[in-house]
């Protein structure tokens, strides 16, 4: 299926190999791809909602759980230690996906 393929951000080609692990400087590692089409290289997060975090994922879902559960802005800041202007980032970052984990949600409860 062509929608979960890789594939290059730059000319969108299929035909991409591995180059290299890469080790991110906060939490584990990425692996780094080479387009055959074009002097790009990218790894698996490049254009999508994952790109620039610095977070691990799961503490950004543990904090966004617990605002969607009713904590403050200030207690959910002092709670996790993160800033209040990083958490809103977080919120506007993530908002878009709201509907697209909604209808996950239901077509894997459909099929269960």
């Known amino acids: 299926m062509d929608l979960l393929r890789l594939r290059c951000p730059v ?3 299929f035909d991409i190999q591995y180059h290299s692990p890469s080790t991110t400087k906060n939490h584990g590692g990425r ?4 387009c055959e089409n074009c002097p790009a290289y990218f790894s698996e997060t490049k254009h999508t909602f994952l790109e620039g975090l610095k977070t691990p994922v799961s503490v950004i879902w ?3 759980k ?3 559960e009713g904590m403050g802005l200030n207690a959910a800041a002092r ?5 209040k202007k990083t958490i809103l980032a977080w919120e506007r970052k993530f908002l878009d996906l709201h509907q697209v984990l909604f209808l996950s949600a239901l077509v894997h409860e459909f099929l269960a």
């Open 62 to 64: 543990q904090v966004l």
């Open 31 to 34: 692996v780094i791809y080479k």
């Open 79 to 83: 709670t996790f230690e993160k800033a």
């Open 11 to 13: 000319c969108h080609s």
């Open 66 to 68: 617990a605002r969607t």
